[in-house]
């Protein structure tokens, strides 16, 4: 369906079924993704500039050298992704929004302001990643890493589950929720009575 060096503006897919494509060299720009599937396809060189994803699934999708420019996804199954793949040099920012973006490594990526709101974010590697300022609120981050990571002033209310090394970690100014909050204290190996 897409061709290399293919451009869409302004345009609408819906019910699109693309799983194990490859698709090279395509830019996006403000279209909007419905219900779709991308399962484990291969976008290569492709630019998605201020796109839409709602409902779709890009379980075990490969992004080598890709751009995703103020794209959402909202609804969206995104399992098994190494966004580590995309390209580099380009400051990205994700909005995910009551996505599963589980099994995912995100690991030294620069992504501040980003959103990753009431998601399920489940053994996702967060290692030596900038999100400061990042909306992590009401996400369930059971099994994440947050090693060498800079979530300043990111916002984890109502968040669940984040195991956060705080010996590792810059964090200035990030917001917390009580009780959630009493997990940073795991990494000090202290006791608590």
Known sequence: ???????????????????????????????????????ETVFDACSF????????????????????IGS???????????????????????????????????MGLSFSESKFVKCVAIETNFSDVEMMG?????TKFEGALFVRANISGADFRGAEGYSIDLEHIQMKKAIFSVPEAMR???????VLE
């Not at 500039?49 to 890709?66: A, E, I, K, R, T």
């Not at 909202?74 to 589980?102: E, M, P, R």
């Open 184 to 190: 940073l204290l795991n990494s000090l190996d202290i």
């Open 134 to 138: 990042s909306d992590c609120s009401n």
């Open 72 to 106: 959402s996804f909202k609804h969206s199954k995104l399992v098994g992704i190494n966004w580590t793949k995309l390209k580099a040099s380009f400051q990205i920012k994700f909005d995910f929004y009551d996505c599963i973006i589980s099994n995912c490594s995100f």
């Open 1 to 39: 369906m897409f061709k290399t060096n293919d451009y869409y503006e302004n345009e609408n897919f819906t019910g699109l079924a693309l799983d194990r494509e490859r698709i090279k060299g395509v830019d996006f720009q403000d279209c909007e993704f419905k219900n779709c599937s991308f399962m």
């Open 49 to 68: 500039d201020d796109c839409v994803f709602l409902n779709c699934n890009f379980s075990l999708m490969s992004v080598p050298q890709s751009l995703f």
